[in-house]
């Protein structure tokens, strides 16, 4: 059994430039798990922006930090992010919409993309994997506030909704173990 510490970085928050919405997320509790889909593809580059160059589709940044069960920062965890294009799909050839990069120090991450398109069957969503260094390897899903289709979908979870600050920016912290 593993001990949990169900304490909140009031204090943290308050000094972290990237989570400057409210906190929202205890850890002591590890972020929950969804399905891979069928989409995830392996070797996605490492790199902080997704944005194709031309796109026209609304931007987005998400950024939170990785935190152990026990609360601290993870540095150097892994987040490995792909999602839908503008278009609703995936690009299996290439690697448009997919990319992985490190925490910091603190156990941040930043993460520019965009707004991906919700496809037929699915609420609006983005997949990630996330790993601490000698960790399990936590795949799961962020989901949008407010987006119609979250009640109608059945992988949709209240707790993997990213806290939106503005529409171009979300925030969500993981807690692996
Ligand atoms: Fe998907």
């Not at 503008?86 to 993460?111: C, I, K, P, V």
Request: glycine letters at 8%.
């Amino acid at each position: 059994m593993i001990s949990l510490y169900r304490r909140r970085l009031v204090g943290a928050a308050l000094a972290l430039p990237f989570t400057s919405g409210a906190w929202a997320q205890s850890c002591g509790s590890a972020t929950p798990r969804e399905t891979e889909g069928p989409f995830f593809k392996i070797d996605s580059p490492q790199r902080i922006t997704l944005i194709e160059p031309g796109t026209k589709a609304p931007k987005l940044v998400v950024s939170g930090q990785v935190l152990s069960a026990d609360c601290k920062p993870v540095a150097n965890a892994l987040l490995d992010f792909w999602h839908a294009d503008e278009a609703g799909d995936y690009d299996n050839r290439g690697y448009r919409y997919r990319g992985h990069q490190f925490t910091d120090s603190e156990g941040r991450y930043r993460l520019e993309t965009i707004v991906p398109a919700v496809y037929p069957g699915r609420t609006r969503h983005i997949h990630v994997k996330v790993q601490r260094p000698g960790g399990r390897l936590l795949t799961t899903q962020l989901y949008f506030p407010d987006e119609p289709q979250n009640p109608r979908d059945g992988l949709f979870r209240p707790d993997l909704v990213m806290r939106m600050s503005d529409r171009d920016r979300g925030a969500f912290d993981f807690v692996v173990v």
